[in-house]
Nanobody
Framework: QVQLVESGGGLVQPGGSLRLSCAAS????????IGWFRQAPGKEREGVSC????????YYADSVKGRFAISRDNAKNTVYLHMNSLKPEDTAVYYC?????????????WGQGTQVTVSS
């Protein structure tokens, strides 16, 4: 069966770092673009980052540019989101999702999310 499982979330102080993982089973992430999304309480879900499979291009929301980095390890069938210089406004549930071959493609499978809380 197809599954995406996020992990790596937790409580971190402002300015700290976390690495989120998106592990796939039932399919190969290497053939798909993978996006990271987040949803904070009372807010709509927003796109954070994406990595394509066709050319390896990466994309970031303006709010996280220069602080977050997305990468993939095809051997481990996992995509990562490296989050640095975290701010309280980064607090949200983070989800990974397939986006087809390119980041502009419609989405498909979603994980259940992992909570990131940035607070002193």
């Amino acid at each position: 069966q197809v599954q995406l499982v996020e992990s790596g979330g937790g409580l971190v102080q402002p300015g700290g770092s976390l690495r989120l993982s998106c592990a796939a089973s039932g399919f190969s992430l290497g053939y798909l673009a993978i996006g990271w999304f987040r949803q904070a309480p009372g807010k709509e879900r927003e796109g954070v980052s994406c990595i394509s499979s066709s050319d390896g291009s990466t994309y970031y929301a303006d709010s996280v540019k220069g602080r977050f980095a997305i990468s993939r390890d095809n051997a481990k069938n996992t995509v990562y989101l490296h989050m640095n210089s975290l701010k309280p406004e980064d607090t949200a549930v983070y989800y990974c999702a397939t986006r087809g071959i390119n980041c502009g493609s419609p989405g498909g499978y979603w994980g259940q999310g992992t909570q990131v809380t940035v607070s002193s």
